[in-house]
């Protein structure tokens, strides 16, 4: 049932308030010092005992892996590696007891993904498992469990189950923080305020929708880089995967820095290039990338935060985003990304919930 919304994705990416809500607020509202996690079993002894976790998922997923590896070696000091399935799988990996396995799943079938998982257990390591999927093969086999409460995804391109993915990360991060030793009560008690607060600032971001619809309707570019650092830079490789998947147009996500090491030569009037800027001690750096590509002809539209003026030196669009913690700041940067994807895919007139190629989930390798 879609609900009165012209495709499931429209549908979905409006849910995200109330499915984001629904994956944090349980897990944070019984303990004033700890998230509860229902299924996760790992002691304090045991994550002395890791020396290395690798976090391992495909497409959408694996980008709030890239997300989970920035979080917990910034926060939680550990370290870790985030890898493709694909190519986990088929290399040799360091994989023993002292490893712990993240895989992150919204179907928790993808045969990739769940290879990997199978080939952790067999080599010894502690496994765990963020799946959206009650019931599913990974829900079963993996001795820990985080589940992400979006509820079904029907529309091919994932949106609400990867902004749950990202909570529930942000969820670990500040549990295994807590564990450490690296996050006092004080910390903590201010990052559980911004987790409370984020299904009202997606909502601000949706009541803008109609906004990023008119700026997809002007938009004629051939080409499109998504450029940021840090997490901008993860989440410029969701807002491109997107963009791609139902819209079909080329698109490429760039570190920002990266620009002048080859890319930069593509750039023309063709080209849009849409900046991401959340990260504010990055604004800066980001901003002169963006005034590069602008005096090669590129058309520069700017994902930033409400206050960050410095953004509008460089760009010829900006879309704000409320200011809320950077450590969750490119979710809400994701929301504007969904929309444009969304709104250009209509634009064009293709099947958005079903594109071209596609399968909700590659349960054949
Ligand atoms: O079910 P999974 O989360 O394991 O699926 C992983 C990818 O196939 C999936 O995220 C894919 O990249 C989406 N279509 C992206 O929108």
């Not at 998922?57 to 399935?85: F, I, Q, S």
């Not at 991060?173 to 997606?202: D, N």
């Not at 930033?304 to 409320?322: F, H, L, Q, S, Y």
Request: glycine residues 6%; charged residues 25%; negative net charge.
């Amino acid at each position: 049932e879609k609900n009165g919304y012209e495709h499931f994705m429209l549908k979905e990416i409006f849910e995200q308030p109330e499915v984001v809500r629904a994956t944090i607020v349980p897990r944070l509202s019984m303990n004033e010092e700890q998230v509860k996690l229902d299924r996760i079993h790992i002691t304090k002894e045991e994550l002395d005992n890791t020396n290395r976790i690798y976090i391992v998922a495909c497409g959408t997923a694996y980008h709030a892996g890239l997300v989970g590896k920035y979080l917990l070696e910034k926060m939680a000091r550990l370290p870790v590696w985030a890898e493709t399935a694909s190519e986990f799988r088929y290399r040799d990996p360091v994989l023993d007891s002292h490893s712990l396995v993240i895989v992150i799943s919204q179907s928790g079938e993808t045969a990739d993904t769940l290879a990997a998982l199978r080939m952790a257990k067999r080599a010894g390591a502690r496994v765990m498992a963020i799946v959206n999927v009650v019931g599913s093969t990974m829900d079963r086999e993996a001795e820990n469990v985080l589940y992400t409460w979006a509820g079904p995804e029907i529309a091919v391109a994932s949106t609400k189950a990867y902004s749950c993915q990202l909570a529930a990360m942000y969820l670990l991060v500040l549990y295994l923080s807590r564990m450490q030793g690296t996050l006092s009560r004080e910390e903590f008690a201010i990052l559980r305020q911004e987790l409370y607060a984020l299904p009202e600032e997606i909502q601000s971001i949706l009541e803008r929708a109609e906004s990023i619809r008119h700026i997809v309707a002007s938009t004629v570019q051939k080409s499109v880089f998504y450029i940021g650092r840090g997490l901008d830079y993860y989440a410029s490789m969701e807002g491109s995967l997107k963009l791609k998947e139902i819209a079909y147009i080329h698109s490429e996500a760039y570190a920002a820095g990266e620009l002048k090491h080859g890319p930069i030569a593509m750039i023309d009037g063709d080209t849009l290039v849409i900046g991401l800027i959340t990260q504010q001690e990055l604004t800066e750096k980001t901003v002169s990338n963006l005034k590069e590509v602008k005096a090669r002809g590129a058309k520069v539209i700017c994902i930033a935060e409400e206050g960050n003026e410095k953004v509008t030196e460089a760009a010829d669009e900006v879309i704000w985003i409320p200011k809320s913690h950077p450590m969750a700041a490119s979710l809400l940067a994701n929301i504007v990304q969904q929309l444009f994807a969304y709104y250009m895919a209509v634009k064009l007139g293709n099947d958005v919930d079903k594109p071209r190629n596609l399968a909700k989930s590659v349960t054949v390798e």
